[in-house]
C-alpha cells in the first residue's frame, strides 16, 4: 500500500474525506492555546491528507513519513510543506515546533517500546509549552473487529479496497488488518492485490501512562469518528 501502490493513494483515500476530522483537530488545538505564527511537524504523514486543510494555519509544516512513495505523494497535494523521509521513533529534524501531530500511522507501532519511542522522539520535537496531538484508530476499550471498503475513480483509473480487521489473540498488543485491493488503469486488465498489515492496540492507561513518561501532561477528547484523541502539553 505505501511502496509499490503509493501512487494509487489518492483514490484509495481521498483528501476530502478528511475535511472534516481535520477541522476537529485544529479546534482542538484552538482549544488548547495554539500560539500565533505557529509551527508544525507531522510524523507518519503518509499521503499528506491530514495536513491539506489546516496548513494554512501554520507558518511552517513539516511532512515526514517512513515511506518515499507517500512522501512524494504528499509532496504533489502539499507542495508549499516541507517534507523529509524519516521513522517516527528515531526522525530527527534539528529543531522543535509548537505542534507534533500523529495520526494513526501511530497504530504501526505495535510493541510496547515503539510507542514509547515514538512519545519521546514528539518530546524532543515540542518546544516547550509546545503541543502533542496522537490519533490511534482505536484502543483496547474500543476495538471491535470490522469490515470496510471503499475507493474512487480518477482519470482513467480505477481503485476499490476491501479491509477486514480482527484480534487473534486478546492477550497481546497487536491487532491484524488483511488488505484486498482491485485497480485498473486505462483499458488494462483489472489487477488484484492482498496483503496483511500489523497494529498495535493498547488501553487509554496504557496511552496515558506512555505519554506522562515521556513528558507530558495529558488530555483527551472524542472526535467525531468516536476515537479518543491524546493530547500532551510539554511543560
Known amino acids: 500500500m505505501y511502496d509499490d501502490l503509493a501512487t494509487w493513494w489518492p483514490l484509495l483515500s481521498p483528501v476530502a474525506d478528511y475535511e472534516e476530522e481535520a477541522t476537529f483537530f485544529l479546534e482542538e488545538m484552538k482549544k488548547s492555546g495554539l500560539r500565533k505564527k505557529p509551527t508544525s511537524l507531522e510524523l507518519g504523514a503518509g499521503g499528506g491528507n491530514n495536513a491539506f486543510y489546516p496548513k494554512s494555519r501554520f507558518i511552517k509544516v513539516l511532512l515526514t513519513d517512513l515511506s518515499a512513495g507517500m512522501v512524494e505523494v504528499s509532496r504533489q497535494l502539499n507542495s508549499d510543506c516541507a517534507h523529509a523521509v524519516g521513522d517516527m521513533r528515531t526522525f530527527d529534524a534539528g529543531r522543535q515546533f509548537d505542534v507534533v501531530f500523529i495520526h494513526d500511522a501511530i497504530d504501526y507501532m505495535t510493541t510496547s517500546k515503539d510507542p514509547r519511542a515514538a512519545l519521546e522522539n514528539a518530546y524532543r520535537h ?21 469490515t470496510d471498503h471503499g475507493g474512487s475513480d480518477g482519470e482513467g483509473r480505477a481503485f476499490r479496497f476491501l479491509e477486514w480487521s480482527y484480534d487473534p489473540d486478546s492477550a497481546d498488543t497487536r491487532t491484524i488488518v488483511e488488505y484486498t485491493f482491485v485497480y485498473r488503469e486505462g483499458n488494462q486488465p483489472v489487477r488484484v492485490e492482498h496483503e496483511t498489515h500489523h497494529c498495535g492496540l493498547f488501553s487509554r492507561r496504557q496511552w496515558r501512562s506512555k505519554l506522562r513518561s515521556a513528558g507530558f501532561e495529558v488530555s483527551s477528547a472524542i472526535d467525531p469518528f468516536e476515537r479518543e484523541v491524546f493530547m500532551g502539553r510539554r511543560v
Open 126 to 146: 515540542c518546544k516547550p509549552g509546545g503541543l502533542l496531538m496522537v490519533v490511534p484508530n482505536n484502543t483496547r476499550e474500543t476495538y471491535e473487529e470490522s
